[in-house]
């Protein structure tokens, strides 16, 4: 079974500054996929960024981007430019590729200061 | 807009009182899930159904049981609810298990146990 770890259980940002969340994972596969969701309080999950095992470029969607790196089985992300609607709880997940299973980190959740 | 739909967004039932969770989805997707999600922590994949095909995960309680009668909805059934299961229930929908089919959630229904 894969197993996806996110360290930090927060992370706090000044507005208009940059928050590095980090998430390592655990596979025996060469194929996968990852992903970044954002839970809002008592809001939707939605998804932030995906990125496919098999692609070397980084992901980039406006001010969120990741850094992966495979041999590491590390997946970060970074979100530029903070904003106060950045606040929220920040799940990784990995995908097999295999099956249809999205497994969670514990997320971090990320305060955004005014 | 196409989405995914639960109801209802509470529910509160008696200990041992069966309960009933229901999703709807627009999205025309072939796969569904039911995650769990007890406070600030990551969410618990119950089961998921490709088309008809139904994936109970290991460690999912017997008292959960799920139903998927048609493409468009799927039924989240707590037979006998205890005190540790009250939690969001989050329903999940996607177009297959590729990387161009994430997962599309539901506002969760939160289910409170008396």
């Known amino acids: 079974a894969q197993t996806v770890t996110q360290s930090q259980p927060e992370m706090s940002v000044q507005e208009a500054e940059t928050v590095t969340l980090s998430c390592t994972y655990d596979?025996?596969?060469?194929?996968?996929?990852l992903f970044w969701y954002k839970q809002p309080p008592s809001r939707q999950m939605i998804l932030v960024i995906r990125?496919?095992?098999?692609?070397?470029q980084n992901a980039t969607e406006n001010r969120f981007s990741v850094n992966f790196q495979k041999a590491a089985k590390s997946f970060s992300l970074k979100i530029s430019d903070s904003q106060l609607g950045d606040a929220a709880m920040y799940f990784c997940?990995?995908?097999?590729?295999?099956?249809?299973?999205?497994?969670f980190g514990a997320g971090t959740t990320v305060t955004v200061r005014a | 807009d196409a989405m995914v739909i639960q109801n209802p967004r509470y529910q509160v039932t008696q200990f041992g009182k069966p309960v009933t969770l229901s999703c709807s989805q627009t999205?025309?997707?072939?796969?569904m899930y039911w995650y769990q999600q007890k406070s600030s922590q990551a969410p618990k994949l119950l089961f998921h159904?490709?088309?008809?095909?139904?994936?109970n995960e290991a460690d999912t309680p017997d008292n959960f049981q799920s139903r998927r009668p048609n493409t468009s909805f799927c039924f989240l059934d707590i037979r006998s609810p205890g005190l540790g299961d009250a939690a969001m229930y989050l329903c999940?929908?996607?177009?297959?298990?590729?990387?161009?089919?994430?997962?599309?959630f539901g506002n969760g229904t939160r289910l409170t146990v008396t």
């Open positions: 999940a929908t996607s177009r297959d298990g590729g990387n161009n089919s994430p997962l599309h």
């Open positions: 596979t025996s596969e060469s194929d996968y996929y």
């Open positions: 990125q496919e095992a098999y692609k070397q």
């Open positions: 997940a990995y995908r097999s590729a295999v099956d249809y299973k999205l497994s």
């Open positions: 999205l025309n997707h072939n796969v």
């Open positions: 159904y490709y088309d008809k095909d139904f994936n």
